[in-house]
């Protein structure tokens, strides 16, 4: 479950994308980097499983829009990631 800054708690009903969004909250609010990995990969499983069943959605372009932003993001944590480890 996602918990905004503010500290209220978020359901899948107050999310936008609640199919692949949650993951995405995950994987960017954990600062754990031995955990990192493993909240990427459920991203990533789940956007590849939305993007299956929008394959045959020619609307919906504010969605796809939107896991190409998030996307985005998990290439940098990816990175920042890697960056770290080569400094131990």
């Known amino acids: 479950m ?3 800054l503010e500290g209220n708690a978020m359901s899948d009903g107050d999310l936008k994308y ?3 969004e949650p993951e995405f909250h995950e994987a960017v609010l954990e600062f754990d980097r031995t955990k990192l ?10 956007v590849f499983a ?4 929008l394959s045959s959605d020619s609307d919906r372009h504010d969605e796809r829009q939107a ?3 998030a996307a ?3 290439v940098a ?3 920042d990631k890697s960056s770290h480890s080569d400094e131990k």
Not at 37 to 46: L, N, P, R, V, Y
Not at 50 to 53: F, K, P, S, T
């Open 18 to 20: 609640p199919k692949w």
């Open 72 to 74: 985005s993001t998990i």
């Open 37 to 46: 990995d493993e909240k990427i990969q459920k991203f990533e499983t789940a």
């Open 77 to 79: 944590l990816k990175k």
């Open 67 to 69: 896991i190409t932003d």
């Open 2 to 4: 996602f918990v905004p």
């Open 50 to 53: 939305r993007l299956q069943e």
